[in-house]
C-alpha cells in the first residue's frame, strides 16, 4: 500500500527522493496519495523525513529527485507563494508587528482583494474560531491556544483547498491540545479541506486523522486509517510506535493458513497470525497489545497455547489497572485490565497463565 | 483572610509593623550592596562626564574675567549710554588707567584683551600696546587720562572699544553663544554678522547633513552585511563577524591613512580608473579632502556600529515568518517588505542614532581627509580649543551640538519611539 501512489489523488507524491547533502537521502522513494477532503497526518519520530515532506509540498525544500502534484499539476517548479497552500507553523509564526486582523487580512492583501471585502472574510475567519473580539489585539497579548486559533483561521482565511499544519499543538498543554485536536478536525471536515498533519505525538495521530502515514527512517513504514494502524500493524516498527505494545522473540515452527507457531527463545510456544514472515525457521518478534491478553482462564479460547507468567508489580491508574509482568524471560511484558466490579486486582508474585486470540498477536519481521 | 478583607489601613506584617516598612527593611541590605558595586562606576562617570559636561556648559556663558580685571572702569561705565555716540567722561578714563596700572603689575591685561578681541577685532592690541605703558602711569599727577589713553593708543577714542567694554562687563554672557550662532550684541542689541563672517551656522548645517548622510549610507551597507551574518550557517556567519570586527583591531589613524592612499588624486582608486580608461590622466577625479572623502572614510569607520545592532536584532527574527508569509501568498519583496522588513526597524533605529550620534562629534577623519570643504563642526570646537583658545566659544558650539543631538533624541522618541531601539 505504502510502495504504489494512484495518480487520482489531490496530493500525489510519486516517487519523490530529498538530500540536503548529497551523501544521504533524508526522503527515500516517497510514494504518497491523499484524496481530496482526507485529513492525512504524517506520524513518525524526529528524523524521519515527515517535516521535510511537508516543506517539500509546501515549496520551501525543492525535491531531489520525483514529482509532486497538486490537483494533476506538478508543482515542482513553483514558488511557494504561487501554490495556494495554507500553513500552519509550529511557533504560529503570527507577525508581532501587526494586529490580528491584520494577519488575518495580510493574505486577502497580497491578492488584491478589496478592503470591504477583505474585512468581512477577516470577520468570518476570526469567528470561525471563537475570537471575533480580538481583531485589534497583537499576537503577543494573546495565550497560546488564542494565538493557535488565530495562526489556523489565518491559513484559512484565503480559503485554500490544501492546508498544512506543522506540529501546531506542541506548545500547548494537554488539556488545551485535546480541544484544539477536536476543533481542527471539526473545522477540516466542516470546510471539506484537504489536511495534511505532521506530529510525533501517535495520540493525535490517531485520535484526528482519516489516515496516518507512519514515517521511519525516510520511508512510510505504513498508510492506514488510525484503527487498522493500531490493531494491525504491518511490521514491528509501527507496532512499537503506535500505542503500547508487548514483544516477544522466537522462530516460526510452523505455518498453516491463517494461524502459526511460534517457538519463543525459551521454549514456550505460542499462536500467532503471520504478517510479514514467509517461511519455517524464520526469526519473529510477536506483537501483541496489552489490552488483548487474558488471564482469566474461562475466557480464554479452548486450544490455544498459553504461556505462564509472574507478576512483578501492580499499578492502579484510576480507570484501568496495568500489571506487569515477567513472561518468557522479558520483564516489561504489560497488560492493562478495566476497572470493572469483578476484575480481580493481581497481586505481584502471582503465577498466572495468559493467552489471547491468534488475531491478536501478530508475528512480524524480527 | 478575614482580618485582611476588615482592614482598611495599610498592611500589617506578622509582627505589626507596616508591611511596606518590614519589606524596605529587609530589601535595604540588598539595596546597599546594589549601590556599592555600582558606586566605582558612578563616580567614575562623575567624575569624567557629568563634572566635565556641566563645566563646559558653565564656561560658554562665564565672562568674570572683565569685571576682575577692570573692577573701577566697569562700575564708571555704568552711567555712560552708549548710544549717544559721544566719548565717557574723564572719570571713566581715570578708572581704565588704574585698573590697566594693576592689571599691568599682575599681568592679566593681555588676557582680558584677548577676551575681548573675541567680540572686537582689534581689542587685543588696544589692550597690549596701553598696557605696556601702564606700568608707568602715575595715578596722582599723569591726568587728565583722556588724552593720555588716547595718545598711547587712538582706539581709545573710538566708543565702539568702550562700547564692547561696557557690552561684556557682567560675569555672565551670551555672547559665546551669539558667536556661535553667528551673531554678535551691536549697537542695537543681538544682530547678526556680516555674510562674510557667518561660518559656525553653516558649519553646523553641514555637519548635521553630512551625518544624515553618512548614518543612510551606513543604512544601506549594513542591512545586507547584517542579513547575512544572521542567517548564514555559524562557521560562515562567524568568519564574517571577524572581518566585520577586524576595523576595531585596527588604528583610527591607520584606517584614515590607509583612505588617503587610496582616494587621493595619484592614489589607487585614481590609478586604477586611468588604467582602464575611464578617466584620462590629466582629469583625476578629486575624491578626497572635500565632502566626499569625510562621508566615505566616515561611512567605512562607523559601520561597524550600525552592522552590530541590526545583526542583534535579525538574529532574533526566526525564519518562519518569512516562510509564513510567502505560505500567505506574498512574493519575495512583499514578504521582505511587510513582515521581515519591519520587525528590523528597532535595529535600525538603534544604529542610526549610534551612528548619527557617533558622526556629528568625530573630528580626526574630517580633519584628515575633509580638506576645507569637509570639516565638521567639531574641527572648530578642537581648533577653539588648542589653537585660538577661545574655550567660551568652543563650551558655547559644544553645548549647541550637545543640545541638537538632545533635540533629535526627543524627536526620534516621539516618531519611532524609544522603546522601539535595540542593542540586543
Redesign the interface.
Known sequence: MADTASNDGFVVFDRVQKSYDGETLVVKDLNLSVAKGEFLTMLGPSGSGKTTCLMMLAGFETATHGDIRLGGQPINNIPPHKRGIGMVFQNYALFPHMTVAENLSFPLEVRKIGKSEREAKVKRALDMVQMGDFGGRRPAQLSGGQQQRIALSRALVFEPELVLMDEPLGALDKQLREQMQFEITHLAHELGITTVYVTHDQTEALTMSDNVAVFDDGRIQQLAPPDQLYERPENSFVAQFIGENNTLEGVVTEIKGETCIVQLDDGEILDATPINVSKVGERTQVSIRPERVEYNKERLQKGVHTLKAEVLEFIYMGDIFRTRLRVAGNEDFIIKTRNAPDQDRLQPGQQIEIGWLPTDCRALDA | MSDMTEMSGPVLAADGTPLKRSLNKALRRQKMRALLLISPLLLFIMVSFILPIADMLYRSVENKIVIETLPRSVKALADWDSASGELPQEAVYAAMAADLKDAAEAKTHTKVGTRLNYENPGMSSVFRKTGRKAKKFDLETGGPWKEALIEINEDWADPDVWRTIQTYSPPVTAGYFLNAVDMRVGSDGAEMRPESEQIYMNLLKRTLWMSLLITFSCIVLAYPVAWLLANLPTRQANLLMILVLLPFWTSLLVRTSAWKILLQQQGVINDILVWIGLVSDDARLVIINNQFGTIVAMTHILLPFMILPMYSVMQTI?P??L??????????W??FW??YF??TIPGIGAGSILVFILAIGYYITPALVGGTKGTFISNQIAFHISTSLNWGLASALGAILLAVVLVLYWAYDKIVGIDNVKLG
Open positions: 526566526p518562519t515568518y516562510r509564513a508569509a510567502k505560505s500567505l501568498g506574498a512574493t519575495d512583499t514578504a511587510r513582515v519591519p520587525q
